[in-house]
Structures are given as structure tokens and as C-alpha cells.
């Protein structure tokens, strides 16, 4: 009842809308302009792979009304010969904001802006009374980004310069979406003809449209980072779920207190219920499987807005089944002009720059539905042109056309009248002087729903042009290249040449400009004139502001032959897919051996056995299965001779922040337990391989410091080319960030302030969890009346008292710690780890009775005030008290060197194999993964490194780095990779510069 409400309340006003152009009072005399046509002997393409040589097209009153090769003419059409022509169904661009206003940037925006009074309406017909304006405002979601309400209709001014840049690439009818927010609203379909709003729009309300990037322009604090976007956009649907849940409890049982109005909510559940397509903007192809993650948890129908990095993942992105709007903003060529500038650019760099143009083609070819957007070029007019470079780069013209055409209108629930030509539909046509595919052909005509506009005159203006008539620049000599729709140009005198901009010829009429500086002039020179029969008269107009009339004669044709000359192409090149796509990414998942023998090795099991000199260690599909003296080989085992080499288990870092995508950091509030590090894992950075090439296996993946409740952190393991789903610690025991000290207390006008203050909102998060967890107990034993609504961030909280999750606290001094452990044991839970805890040692005895863990470094302290009394001995006190203690980087560059910190510690006293433990076996037990590595037992994953020496020296370097019982990295394999790099960077740079040659 709810959603029928809200949808009668928005289609009686969208049809009143709508009938306002028709019903407007006619003022002076009536038009009766003609508006029969009859569009003969053109080939005509009724739809991608149907193609009709001389034929005709009869249009009435808008509406195609017979198409075909016996098509007789009507008596009162106007023909129209259009031989030598082709004809084509009209473009969509599936995702435009052309028409929709910008918001400016008000000091205060609020969560109220922009909302259309006709909701006021709708809610006095829910409430069913009177609400005043006050209560409609407060009827807006809490946060000002979720705008799910929105309307392009509602707001939609047509843009007539953005309308004719997008005709001129074909384009008839764009889906129009909202700018502002993370859940930005409906969008609305609209033809691009000059006409008024309420005849141009076709479609309403056909999709919402997802931002990850939130608008600034809108206020609020929260979010301000990747992983609360996607917090708040889970958070958000689940509580569109809760609130037409409640509603309906409310509806159904009296003597029930009324759950909120909330208008945001309230639209987002009309769409989930509906089952109305979500568009979720991807930055790269890890946000696109991201993206999909939410569409899966709420089983939501979405469209995905490319990036055009779909191709680094082809496999992954095909299996989601979700539609692609691929846009084609290719990255700029690198800059390899200069040797240092050729040091700067990186393989990824230049792969990006090659192989973009080809993801059309390999979505296609892979089965994606894919449709197309010029969102994201600078210059709207450049679309057609990267079209046709996709379609030289593998894309088939048929599927190309069928991305245009036939599967924007279907997806939009328009194809009932757009999309192909036959009779009923719309003459929405483009016409075109010949295949539209080829980079010679111009688009002459553009037909929107029968209204005729003109693209590009027949006329060749290109050749060089001598100036006569003004004596500044008589005798200069204008050279213009190209075609009327995509011209540029130059002009000379005196032997100094400029470079023309914003050449263009529309009705007659050529302009462009040059900086007058580069000739001896005082500012930009403007110019115009008028064309005919190769002859140009025209004003000037020089920086200073002096008007002058000038005259040109073409002296000189341009030859297509010599246009083709300038745009020839180096020959393709071919590149092996890589995973990731950067240095050293690597073409396939590393084999995992069904048996390994590592044989004749120094082998630290840091378990039971010690150190074993001369000992073996058998590894079976990935696991551990026996640590020994000779151990038998088994038939057909990869055996490694372990002479001389020293064997140890993956080595552990318990606290980093590599791999984490849109920032570690939540600080929009002081807690935000909801957010999740394993939402933005971002496996493609080439540390990960570096990690693996210093022995390092596993990693915790930690938020930040910036507030007392932080957010969830995600265990990995570096299964390098892995998808961040794949990287991820099965089994790992979850964790959540608290943060003590200066780092929490320093964020201007946001409490706490106090040291005291942050223990306080701590205490009071764990006691709104457990008044949660009560509401949720209750439901389960009676689920009657109002539902409760779930809430991520207490959940988080109330996992920590129920066992579920660990706490990890980032701590310096010990009277916080002291502080930490008490409240812990106030509610009965034990304290994870003490992240850094640098004046551990005043208070070991503290800690091991608690039972926390002291994560700590080897020789960090003094590097701000609450660092004062860190000292180079504390890992050994705590060690010395019985403490489990494990040691950390919190830096990329140290973590690939773990081995180094754990031999520093020796040096305050510790032996080889105490210290190896705070990089092996301490932190595995810190993550809770004890029983799957940190040690080399039999039963547990094969992680290990073989080492050129004793592990804990500096002279050592990891020979091979072993993760679940495949080779992730091996130094012999690095050499031939790093020359494989070289290569290939080398092959990519040739190319770029013979194109630009």
C-alpha cells in the first residue's frame, strides 16, 4: 500500500507534467509547417545486420510511416534524395548529464536541497494529514548524499549547445542522469532535439543512479573515504528494507508508534521493490566487481557505468552478467619524449594507454551487453572518433551499431519506438555520406523525431588559404585540415607558424583563434568569415580590440592522400594479459604442485621441533605434511636442493595499510565501526609484490587511527594477481580498530577532545550494542509490531562482546592501556592487540594477565610527544614477562623487510628463534590464524620462504616465497621478469612514437 501511494502520488503529477507544452494557449498565428517527407534512393540500416540499397523512407508528423524498397511516396511529401547516403537508426548515450543543474557550492548545504514540493503532497497522502514545511524537510535522509528522491525529471532544462555537440556524433536521445550525491536519484530519457522540456522527455524514472564518489557540494562529514561510501550505501539499503518493513508492522497492528517518514528511504524501497535498474559509476575494474558485491547482498538490478579498465579482468567482469555503458575517454599517450620523462612512466602506464581502445571489442567478444556514453570526454565531438579507433582495435561495426541502438532502447524501455527504423517508429535517423564506421565519413543530417537538423555541410573547406586585405597579415598563409565536423588548422607568417583553435565551419561560416603573442601581436587574435567557392571574407578582432576585415583566396587543396599520410598508424602490437596489470603482474595463477620437497635445509619450524639442521619438508597439494630428517620423495615431486639454504615459515605483518583503496582513513565521525577494509581491497599495487620478495605471506589490513572506533579490518594472504575476494584469509578471525591518544582527540569541533572523552565513547558504543543485541533476542523470541532495524555499526560493536570479533587498539601509553583492559573486562570481553603500545614494558605483568598482545616495532619511539617513552628494549621485556609479543611495520617499505626488524630485536638480547616468532608465530596468533600458519606443522598451509642464509641477517635475500603451496615469487624468474619489463616498455614507447611521427 505504501509504494502504491508513493507511485500514484508521482505518475498523476509526471502526467500533468507532461501535458503542459500541449496544453499551453497559442499566441499570434498557428504553424502549420509541412511535415511530410519522403527520404529516397538511400541505403538505409533498419537495425545492426539489416541493410536495404535503395530505399525509401516516408516520415509523418514525426513518425516514420513506411520504410522500405517499394515504398510508394506520398502525394503531399516533400522528397528528399539522399543518394550516395546511408541512413542509420539515431545514437543513445546511456548516461548524460546534459540538462541537469549544477548546485554551486553553498557553505551549508543540507540534506534538503532540491527537494520538489510536490513530495509535500505525497506525504500528507502517507501521513494522512497536514505536514507542514518544517516536518516535510525533516522527512529527508539523515545524510545529505543519499538523495534516492531525486528527479531528473523534475529539474531537466534542455542544453541546446550540449544537444548539438551530441547530435553531431549521432545522437538522438540520452539518458539523462542526476550529478549530485551518492544515491543520486532517478534519471529520465529525453530526446535531444531544440524543443521544451515536456516534449522532449520520453522515458521517466528509468534508473537510480550510484556514485562512489560522494559530492561535496552537498555538506556533511560523512563520508570521507571509499569504504564508508560503500558503508553508507549498504546501510542505507538495509534500512529501505527496515523501513517498508515497519511501515507495513504499523499498517497492519494497531496501537503501534509510528516508525519515521523518511522520503529518501521511502524511494529506494519503491525501487528495489520494482526492481528498477541501479547505474553504479566503476573508477577501475576492482570498483566494478565491487559494485557487484552490493548488487548480490541486495539483489538489486544494476547496470554498470564503465571505466574503460574492464579488460584487465575480462573473465571476473563477464560472470556478474552485467550490463556495461562503456565510455571512451582513453587516457592520454604517456610523455616518453624525453629520456627522464621515460624513467617517470611505468609499464602500466603505457599498457593503459595501448590496449583501452580494445575494451569495447573484448566485452563484446566475451558476451557482455554493452552500450556506449561520451560522459567523460572533454570534448563531446571526439566521440565518434574513439568509436571508430575501438572499431579498428577489434570491434565488430554490427555489434558497435547494436551498441548505439538497439540495446540502449531496449534497456530503457524505449525500443518500442526508438532504436531501428520501421514503420511506427520515430524518425529519429543519422545520415551519413557513407559507412559511419570509417574515419572519411561525415555525418550530414541528424533527424530528431521528425525535426530535421543539419550536421555537416557537403562543402570541402580544407586546403591553404593566402590572406589579403589587412596589412598585419597579408600574405599570411591559413592552412585548414580536415572535415567540417572535426577541423584544425595553422597559420603562417613571415616563416612563424601558430596553431589554430576552435576551428569550426557551421552554416557558411568559419572561425578560430590563435595567440597573438607568438606572432608579435598583444593578446588572442579572433577571426570569421563567411565561405564561398573557395574564398574566405570575414572581421578580426585583435587582443587590444581593434576591429579589422580581412580576405583569403585557397590557394592549395589538401589530398586525402595527404590526410592519410598524417594519420597513419604504427603496426598492432600484441601484449599477453597480465594479473594485475603492472610490473611483474604475472599470466596465470602460479601451479600448486601435487607434491614439494624441500631437501637438505636449515628449517625453523618455530614449532615444537625447533630448528632442524639438515632436515626435509614435504608438502602435499598446499599443505604441510611432514617436517623431518629424509623424508621419502614421493613419484613425480618437484624437488628443491636445500644446501646451504635456510627454510622458515611465510613471514607475518599484523598491522599495514598497503592495498586499501579511497583511503584508510573514516573520518567523518568518531565511530564508525561499519565500515569494512575488506570493501575496498585493492590487490594491484606491485607492493604486494615486493611484499612477496621479502618473505612476507600474510598481512593484516588495518583502518586508521583518526577515531576512537575505527573501522573492520580484512586478513590477507599475497596471493599476488589474486581479486580481492581471492586474496582474502578464509576463516580469519575478524577484527575492528579502536584508537587512543593524541591522534583521536585532535580533529577540530568533533568530540572527544579528551583522552577521558574517547574511553567514554567507547563505553557508550558498548552500551548501545547491548541494548541492540537485547531489541534483536527480543525480536527472535516474539517477532511481532515494529521490526528492528539492523545497524551495521552497532553489530560490528556487539560481535566484539559476543566473542565473535576482536578488538585491536592502537595505544601508546600505558595508562590508556590500563584504561582499555579494564573497560574490556567491564564488558567481559579480552583486548585483541595493543596496536604499537610503545610503554608496554611499564606494564607487561598487566598485559599478560589480561591477554592481549602487544604489536609493537623494533626501534620506533620519540617521534612525538606520546612517544617519548618508547625505548629499543621493550619487545624483550615483554618477551622476558611472558608476553606474547609480535613486531610490525605500519609502512609498506619496512614490511617488505620484516626479517631486518626482527634482527634488530636480537641485538637488545633475544635469540634467533624468540625474535623469528614475533614475525611468524606471534602474529599469526595476534589474527587469530594459528591453527593455518605461523609455524611449519604438518596439517597447515604450506607458506614458506627458502632463504639465501640465516633468515635474520641483512646479507639474506628470499630465494622463493611459497603461499599455499604455489610459487608466488622466485629470484631466478624475477631476473627474466625484469627483463620481460624492459622489453616490453621498450616495444610500447617505439610504438607511441611512431604513431605521433
Not at 516514420?64 to 522528397?79: F, H, L, M, N, Q
Amino acid at each position: 500500500m505504501f509504494k502504491t501511494l508513493i507511485s500514484i502520488v508521482v505518475v498523476s503529477f509526471l502526467f500533468i507534467h507532461n501535458l503542459n507544452a500541449q496544453t499551453d494557449q497559442v499566441v499570434g498565428l498557428r504553424e502549420n509547417t509541412p511535415a511530410v517527407f519522403a527520404l529516397t534512393n538511400a541505403t538505409v540500416v533498419t537495425e545492426p545486420g539489416n541493410v536495404t540499397n535503395n530505399a525509401t523512407i516516408v516520415v509523418r508528423d514525426g513518425i516514420i510511416e513506411d520504410a522500405g524498397r517499394r515504398v510508394s511516396v506520398p502525394e503531399d511529401a516533400t522528397v528528399i534524395d539522399l543518394e550516395g547516403k546511408r541512413v542509420y537508426p539515431g545514437f543513445i548515450d546511456m548516461y548524460s548529464d546534459a540538462g541537469m543543474p549544477d548546485l554551486g557550492s553553498p557553505p551549508q548545504a543540507t540534506a534538503f536541497q532540491d527537494i520538489p514540493e510536490e513530495y509535500m503532497e505525497m506525504l500528507q497522502g502517507i501521513m494522512r494529514e497536514e505536514v507542514t514545511e518544517d516536518a516535510g524537510r525533516l522527512a529527508a535522509h539523515w545524510n545529505p548524499q543519499v538523495r534516492s528522491f531525486y528527479r531528473s525529471t523534475d529539474v531537466f532544462r534542455p542544453d541546446r549547445d550540449a544537444a548539438s555537440v551530441m547530435r553531431s556524433q549521432g545522437f538522438v536521445m540520452a539518458n539523462i542522469v542526476p550529478k549530485h550525491g551518492i544515491f543520486r536519484g532517478y534519471s529520465t530519457v529525453a530526446s535531444l532535439g531544440n524543443d521544451d522540456a515536456g516534449n522532449l522527455i520520453v522515458n521517466e524514472d528509468v534508473a537510480q543512479v550510484l556514485s562512489f564518489s560522494p559530492s561535496r557540494e552537498l555538506g556533511g562529514r560523512y563520508p570521507t573515504s571509499l569504504m564508508g561510501v560503500v558503508a553508507l550505501m549498504r546501510q542505507a539499503f538495509y534500512d529501505a528494507d527496515w523501513y517498508d518493513r515497519a511501515h507495513e508492522a504499523y499498517r497492519q497492528e494497531s496501537g503501534l508508534e509510528q516508525p519515521e517518514v523518511n522520503i529518501s528511504l521511502a524511494s529506494l524501497a519503491d525501487a528495489v521493490f520494482k526492481e528498477v535498474p541501479f547505474i553504479a559509476d566503476a573508477s577501475d575494474e576492482i570498483a566494478f566487481l565491487r559494485a557487484h558485491d552490493i548488487s548480490k547482498e541486495f539483489a538489486l538490478n544494476m547496470w554498470m557505468l564503465g571505466s574503460g579498465d574492464e579488460y584487465k579482468r575480462i573473465d571476473a567482469i563477464s560472470q556478474t552478467g552485467m550490463p556495461v555503458i562503456v565510455p571512451l575517454d582513453f587516457r592520454q599517450a604517456p610523455s616518453v619524449e624525453k629520456p627522464e620523462e621515460t624513467m617517470n612512466t611505468s609499464l602500466s602506464q603505457l599498457r593503459e594507454w595501448y590496449l583501452e581502445p580494445e575494451n569495447p571489442a573484448r566485452l563484446v567478444e566475451a558476451g557482455v551487453p554493452v552500450t556506449f556514453t561520451s560522459n567523460g570526454l572533454r570534448n563531446k565531438g571526439d566521440f565518434l572518433n574513439r568509436l571508430r579507433t575501438s572499431v579498428k582495435r577489434g570491434l565488430c561495426e554490427e555489434e558497435a551499431l547494436k551498441a548505439l541502438t538497439v540495446t540502449p532502447a531496449e534497456m530503457l524501455g524505449v525500443d518500442y519506438k526508438y532504436g531501428s527504423i520501421g514503420e511506427g517508429k520515430a524518425a529519429s535517423l543519422v545520415i551519413a555520406d557513407g559507412n559511419i564506421f570509417d574515419e572519411n565519413t561525415s555525418i550530414r543530417q541528424v533527424w530528431v523525431d521528425g525535426n530535421k537538423h543539419v550536421i555537416e555541410d557537403e562543402k570541402d573547406v580544407s586546403g591553404k588559404y593566402r590572406v589579403e586585405g589587412e596589412d598585419i597579415l597579408r600574405n599570411a598563409v591559413i592552412e585548414i585540415k580536415g572535415s567540417p565536423a572535426r577541423l584544425s588548422g595553422s597559420l603562417t607568417l613571415d616563416q612563424e607558424s601558430v596553431d589554430l583553435a576552435s576551428v569550426s565551419f557551421d552554416n557558411q561560416r568559419m572561425s578560430f583563434r590563435f595567440k597573438g603573442e607568438d606572432l608579435g601581436f598583444e593578446g588572442n587574435v579572433r577571426m570569421s568569415a563567411n565561405y564561398s567557392e573557395g574564398e574566405l571574407m570575414g572581421i578580426g578582432e585583435k587582443g587590444d580590440g581593434t576591429i579589422f576585415n580581412w580576405t583569403a583566396e585557397r590557394t592549395e587543396e589538401i589530398t586525402k592522400e595527404e590526410e592519410e599520410r598524417e594519420r597513419r598508424e604504427a603496426p598492432d602490437l600484441t601484449l599477453e594479459p597480465l594479473y594485475p596489470q603492472v610490473e611483474y603482474g604475472i599470466r596465470e595463477k602460479p601451479e600448486q604442485p601435487s607434491y614439494v620437497v624441500v631437501q637438505n635445509a636449515t628449517i625453523w619450524t618455530q614449532g615444537p621441533e625447533g630448528k632442524m639442521e639438515n632436515a626435509d619438508i614435504l608438502i602435499s597439494e598446499g599443505r604441510i605434511e611432514e617436517v623431518g630428517r629424509d623424508i621419502s620423495v614421493p613419484r613425480r615431486a618437484e624437488v628443491i636442493d636445500g644446501t646451504g639454504k635456510h627454510v622458515t615459515p611465510g613471514l607475518i605483518d599484523p598491522h599495514l595499510h598497503s592495498a586499501i583503496a579511497g583511503g584508510v582513513n573514516e573520518t567523518g565521525y568518531n565511530m564508525t565501526a561499519e565500515v569494512r577494509i575488506e570493501d575496498v581491497i585493492h590487490p594491484n599495487t606491485v607492493w604486494m609484490y615486493r611484499l612477496l620478495a621479502g618473505g612476507l605471506t600474510t598481512a593484516k589490513l588495518f583502518h586508521g587511527s583518526a577515531n576512537p572506533v575505527g573501522g573492520q579490518d580484512a586478513v590477507i594472504k599475497m596471493r599476488w594477481g589474486g581479486l580481492p575476494d581471492e586474496v582474502l584469509f578464509e576463516g580469519a578471525k575478524p577484527g575492528l580498530k579502536m584508537a587512543l591518544g593524541e591522534n583521536v582527540v585532535r580533529r577540530s569541533g568533533q568530540y572527544p577532545n579528551t583522552r577521558m572523552g574517547a574511553e567514554q565513547i567507547i563505553k557508550d558504543g558498548f552500551l548501545a550494542a547491548e541494548e541492540y543485541g537485547k531489541r534483536l533476542q527480543e525480536w527472535e523470541d516474539d517477532p511481532s509490531g515494529i521490526p528492528p532495524r539492523r545497524d551495521l555499526q552497532l553489530e560490528a560493536l556487539l560481535e566484539v562482546l559476543e566473542g565473535e570479533r576482536k578488538v585491536h587498539v592502537h595505544a601508546y601509553r600505558q595508562d590508556e592501556m590500563l584504561m582499555m583492559m579494564r573497560l574490556a573486562e567491564e564488558f567481559d570481553f579480552t583486548v585483541g592487540t595493543f596496536e604499537h603500545g610503545l610503554e608496554g614494558y611499564k606494564i607487561a605483568d598487566e598485559i599478560r594477565e589480561h591477554g592481549a598482545i602487544p604489536v609493537v616495532w623494533s626501534d620506533w619511539q620519540s617521534f612525538k610527544v606520546e612517544a617519548y617513552d618508547g625505548i629499543l628494549h621493550n619487545a624483550k621485556l615483554l618477551n622476558d614477562a611472558g608476553v606474547v609479543t609480535s613486531l610490525h611495520s605500519d609502512n609498506t617499505q619496512i614490511a617488505t623487510r620484516m626479517n631486518w626488524e626482527a634482527g634488530k630485536v636480537v641485538r637488545t638480547g633475544l635469540s634467533q628463534e624468540d625474535a623469528l616468532d614475533m614475525i611468524t608465530k606471534h602474529p599469526a596468533i595476534a589474527l587469530g590464524v594459528e591453527d593455518r600458519v605461523g609455524t611449519l606443522e604438518s596439517g597447515k598451509d604450506a607458506d614458506f620462504v627458502i632463504w639465501s642464509g640465516e633468515p635474520l641477517s641483512s646479507f639474506s635475500i628470499a630465494e622463493q616465497t611459497w603461499v599455499d603451496g604455489r610459487k608466488y615469487f622466485d629470484r631466478e624468474e624475477d631476473k627474466e621478469r625484469r627483463e620481460e619489463v624492459k622489453e616490453e616498455r621498450l616495444k610500447l614507447i617505439e610504438h607511441l612514437l611512431e604513431n605521433r611521427n
